[in-house]
């Protein structure tokens, strides 16, 4: 199991400047915490995606989500999160691809469609067979924010010839206060002095940790809200691995004022 990661990188492309609204009295050069912006996100649409649903596409409104089905599949796209996947029916052969130009062409679709390039992280693959017993591949792009792993985020898609054979996104824009966080923790976790002393304040068991951001994944729901006026929650925290759990990787995650942070089960 490799070491865990303690630091991130710079945020400086996370900073939103404006000389106007620079406080004076920080020192030169020290990001302020107010000019720190939203993070950037992705959501496919239907004139994004290259899922091809064939002909008499229509709308299909259903509680929490609107579908566009047509004769060989259907995009759907959640009212509540804006997270969307797509699938088509029957799906067509492979022709060839291998693994390493899918993840090529996956990539660079949906930059293409406008996922931020400098939040592609890691990128795994596994396979699908079509109705005639024909492999293909699925490439899943992790995201990463200035280095720091977002795990509830993902986009992945399985082309062939240049179409969709299915797909899923969930790349929800995070607010700035995630930002202010990443730049709080970085702080921490480089001075061994402060990160001694934020240690001291979490519950014993706990083995070095590493900076994760994270939201409510595609599943969750909010009580007592309507599904298009979800409010976005999303935090940069502390993962600390709980020790005697080894490779079962079971963390717990702590704000910057030591604080353990979890979304409520719905």
Same mark, same amino acid.
Not at 5 to 8: A, D, I, N, P, S
């Given at each position: 199991m490799s070491a865990p !990661?303690?630091?991130?990188g710079s945020l400086a492309l996370l900073l939103a400047v404006s000389a106007a609204s620079t406080d004076c009295s920080s020192s030169p050069g020290s990001p302020q915490p107010? /000019? /720190?912006a939203p993070i950037p996100g992705f959501v496919q649409t239907l004139t994004t995606t290259k899922c091809g649903l064939g002909s008499g596409v229509h709308v299909v #409104? /259903?509680?929490g989500d609107t579908q566009w089905v047509g004769s060989e599949g259907f995009f759907d796209v959640d009212l509540a999160n804006q997270s969307a996947?797509?699938?088509t029916n029957p799906f067509r052969p492979l022709k060839g691809p291998s693994a390493p130009t899918e993840i090529a062409e996956v990539s660079q679709y949906f930059v293409g469609a406008g996922l931020p390039a400098s939040q592609i992280g890691p990128i795994s693959t596994s396979y699908s067979f079509d109705s005639s017993g024909e492999q293909y591949v699925n490439a899943k792009i992790e995201r990463v924010v200035d280095g720091v792993p977002v795990p509830e985020s993902s986009a992945w898609a399985g082309l062939v010839d240049g179409q969709s054979l299915g797909e899923g996104v969930y790349w929800p824009e995070l607010p700035a206060s995630v930002s202010r966080e /990443?730049?709080?923790l970085e702080a921490i976790v480089t001075n061994p002095a402060r990160l001694a002393a934020f240690q001291a304040m979490l519950p014993a068991g706990l083995v070095t940790g590493s900076i994760?951001? #994270?939201h !409510?994944?595609?599943s969750q729901r909010v009580p007592g809200h309507p599904a298009d006026e979800v409010p976005i929650e999303a935090h940069a925290c502390y993962d600390a691995l709980i020790a005697?759990?080894?490779d079962l990787g079971l963390t717990e995650c702590y704000l910057p004022d030591g604080s353990m942070f979890t979304f409520p089960s719905f």
């Open positions: !990661r303690q630091t991130v107010s /000019l /720190l #409104h /259903l509680p996947y797509c699938f /990443l730049m709080e994760v951001i #994270h !409510r994944d595609a005697g759990n080894g």
